[in-house]
């Protein structure tokens, strides 16, 4: 898998694809969509896309695609390879999103969180492979948060194609266990391939998994904090792990901001109280008209 692309800026997010294959641009098609890497505290997410011709569905099922999950390291490699070499009918499409980007959306003032942010990468990849000239017919997808909600959801925004969204989704359609190969593939050459923009000298690379309850993944990223400037890139800084760990090890940060902040609500009455009954008629102002002229009134009306 080629990843000079990704390489060029890995703090930012990066769409990586296969070439359309002509039959895929004149006959109708299935796709599947599928993930990797939505819980681990280290490196990015991978949404990836698989389709292929309705007709050629049996020989995608000859390759034996599984779910990614079930598959060791080496038997993914050898069916992506597979998959990649059937360009007269397979095509696939990836969205490597950086922890970066998922940590700055989950933080930002207005917050995207992960579904949110998965929704919209898997809507992101089905448009892409339409504009593409994939003649979509279609579309299979493993769920993330409610089925029956995200289904509709997509049909609301892709009226012209069959939905079906699904728990498990890559161990039930051949077309999602395909793009979760993809997806898991493309992660682990990233992972395995990311490159330190920081100047961390000689850094541990045996992390673990990833995932926030491995014990060598959390060894790894209490060595690794920086106490001023935090962690590096490839840490999802808003997972609850890191949080924990900077509020433990980081120096703590006060923004002045902050007190100006808390000052000006002191001073600000609650627009309540705008609304609350009074116990007594507050005195009336005159207008400035008659302050101005220093005229007085003789008698309260």
């Known amino acids: 898998m080629d990843l000079s692309e990704w390489s060029r800026d890995p703090g930012s997010s990066c769409r990586l694809s296969s070439a359309v294959a002509a039959a895929c641009r004149g006959e109708a098609c299935t796709l599947g969509v599928d993930e990797a890497g939505r819980g681990p505290v280290l490196g990015p997410?991978?949404?990836?896309?698989?389709?292929?011709?309705?007709?050629?569905?049996?020989?995608?099922?000859?390759?034996?695609?599984?779910?990614?999950?079930?598959?060791?390291e080496k038997e993914r490699e050898q069916l992506f390879a597979k998959l990649d070499e059937a360009k007269d009918f397979i095509?696939?499409?990836?969205?490597?999103?950086?922890?970066?980007?998922?940590?700055?959306?989950?933080?930002q003032?207005?917050?995207c969180n992960l579904n949110t942010l998965s929704h919209d990468s898997a809507i992101g990849l089905i448009q892409y492979a339409l504009d593409s000239g994939v003649q979509v017919s279609e579309v299979y997808v493993d769920t993330v948060g409610p089925a029956e909600k995200y289904e509709a959801k997509l049909?609301?925004?892709?009226?012209?194609?069959?939905?079906?969204?699904?728990?498990?989704?890559?161990?039930?359609?051949?077309?999602?266990s395909a793009a979760s190969i993809c997806a898991k593939v493309a992660r682990d050459h990233?992972?395995?391939?990311?490159?330190?923009?920081?100047?961390?000298?000689?850094?541990?690379?045996?992390?673990?998994s990833g995932y926030p309850n491995d014990?060598?993944?959390?060894?790894w990223m209490e060595s690794h904090v920086d106490p001023i400037f935090g962690y590096p890139q490839f840490v999802r800084f808003s997972w609850s792990t890191a949080q924990t760990i900077l509020d433990n090890r980081a120096v703590p940060v006060?923004?002045?901001?902050?007190?100006?902040?808390?000052a000006s609500k002191k001073d600000t009455p609650s627009v309540l109280a705008y609304f609350q009954r009074k116990s007594e008629d507050p005195k009336v102002q005159p207008h400035r008209f008659f302050t101005e002229r220093k005229l007085v009134s003789l008698a309260n009306l």
């Open 45 to 72: 997410m991978v949404y990836g896309i698989c389709f292929c011709p309705l007709s050629k569905q049996q020989q995608l099922q000859d390759l034996k695609v599984a779910d990614s999950k079930t598959l060791t």
């Open 155 to 176: 049909k609301q925004r892709f009226p012209e194609l069959e939905v079906t969204v699904r728990p498990k989704a890559d161990s039930l359609f051949p077309i999602v």
């Open 254 to 262: 006060h923004w002045e901001d902050d007190d100006e902040e808390d």
């Open 215 to 219: 014990p060598k993944t959390k060894a």
């Open 91 to 107: 095509g696939w499409a990836l969205e490597i999103i950086s922890p970066n980007v998922i940590s700055t959306s989950m933080q």
């Open 109 to 111: 003032r207005t917050k």
């Open 190 to 208: 990233v992972v395995q391939a990311w490159k330190f923009i920081e100047d961390l000298g000689d850094i541990n690379l045996d992390y673990g």
